[in-house]
């Protein structure tokens, strides 16, 4: 078995060339893996497998006792050891307060987070169910409630080590890193930067009064499983301290009229629990735009990972550019244009014109942390 393999020195950290953290992670491989969970105190048979994850490395592994646990190594350098044990901390007091979320295991030592050759990991439970495509107005109900919960659960606990969503953090720290780096051409970047600033602007003014406060940042229905047990809301790696109009829109994102009617829907759910700024509807549209520019900054910022060359092949060159550019212009048009159906439609007739004339908003019309 493989604790064997480890305790007869065939397998051994000793054995492994040494590198530096970046490389190592770079590099993880199956041994690696197994060695590190081996060595917080679990039983790996040896089965590994790699999971689909971009920024961090997720792999499913099989214990002795036929159990799977989801190990994640945190990439080098993004959060501190202290900010990664405040979203740890945050996952425990939602589930003390019985709110339906994964929780890291604790190693032998009572602590959920360890770390190998310079890297953070931690250890989950593998859970069951599927992530929902399309949401029922009673889901949505339910969901309203839950997110309102923790919101309030999260303004509550130590979150001090996480940035604000913020013009400063997310779009002009992505600008200030595309233009640093060579990455815009000449023929498209004073147009990327123009776009940018007048997002900005536009941001700044309409949010100055919308309160802020720690938020799951990424709650899109890809991080959310429904299964035999209920709902269970994934990964809040990307807690930041935002607007709650951010996990709001992020659940549901459409721009049609039926997205716009069950936001409304999930917000009155929400206030059930908490007092919801209705201002910050007129966010969604703004905040869509910011994902925009944050999405290629993220790309840019990850692109000495040999991971992300292979996953975007198309990155970088005129015409991403140049469809990026004009995307971004056009987002910044509707936004001045105040479209975007950030708030109901007044009738069945007007939902369905306005369906007819936008359409139907896809996955490829938003971005995911992949």
Known sequence: MFRSQILS???TWGTLPAMDESEFFF???????????EAGGLSPSGHCFTLNALEN????????DGRHVVAKFYRPGRWSREAILEEHGLLALLAEMEIPVAVPLAFEDGETLHRVEGIHYAVWPRTGGRSPDELD????????????RIHSAAQAASIERRPALDSEHFPL????????????????ANRYRAAVEELVAIYDDWSRDVALHPIHGDCHRGNLLLGDAGWLFLDFDDVVIGPAVQDVWMLLPGRDAEAARQRA???????????????SLRLIEP???????????????????PAFPDAFPHFGGDE????????????????????????????????????EAQGELTNEDFFWDL
């Open 9 to 11: 020195g065939r397998r």
């Open 137 to 148: 107005d009673g889901q949505v109900a339910v969901l309203g409630r839950l997110l309102a």
């Open 57 to 64: 490395r997720v792999y499913d592994v099989r214990l002795e």
């Open 173 to 188: 720290a992505a600008l200030t890193l595309l233009e640093e780096r060579g990455f815009l051409p000449p023929s498209c």
């Open 287 to 305: 905040l869509r735009a910011f994902r925009f520019v944050w999405y290629a900054g993220w790309i840019a910022r990850r692109w000495d990972d």
């Open 265 to 279: 829907l999930l917000v009155e759910a929400y206030r059930e629990f908490r007092d919801f700024d209705e201002r």
């Open 27 to 37: 590099r993880l491989s199956p041994d690696r893996v197994l060695q590190a969970v």
């Open 320 to 355: 991403y550019w140049e469809n990026e550019t004009r995307d971004l212009e056009q987002q910044v048009e509707l936004i001045v244009r105040g479209e975007g159906a950030s708030v109901p439609a007044p009738d069945a007739q007007a939902r369905s014109e306005e369906r």
